[in-house]
């Protein structure tokens, strides 16, 4: 049993920044897996930038160079950075969680409830 809670979204001229943060909560047993994606109106939903323990974060090639996942273990948290917008990013962007609770024997897959991030050109 794990919820997302999402902050962070809402209005900004091309070439602002945007800092989203998604915070976990509930009886966590482990974290295997966080990320963030993004949808935009008639679209489908698309990755955006992944982070696991251990290995290098990855990103969309459409973001590179501009976003930064990172998280903060201590508080079950996982944020993006969002740098040089540009109204292609404009989307509603949810957060991805995903790891065991109950003492490891149950799996969860949690996703956020979504936050609009509209850029203005």
Known sequence: QVQLVESGGGLVQAGGSLRLSC??????????????YRQAPGKQRDVVATITSGISPKYADSVKGRFTISKDNAKNTVYLQMNSLKPEDTAVYYCNVRGSYNSGNLYYNTWGQGTQVTVSS
């Open 23 to 36: 915070a976990a909560s509930g009886s966590i047993f482990s974290i295997d897996f966080m990320g963030w």
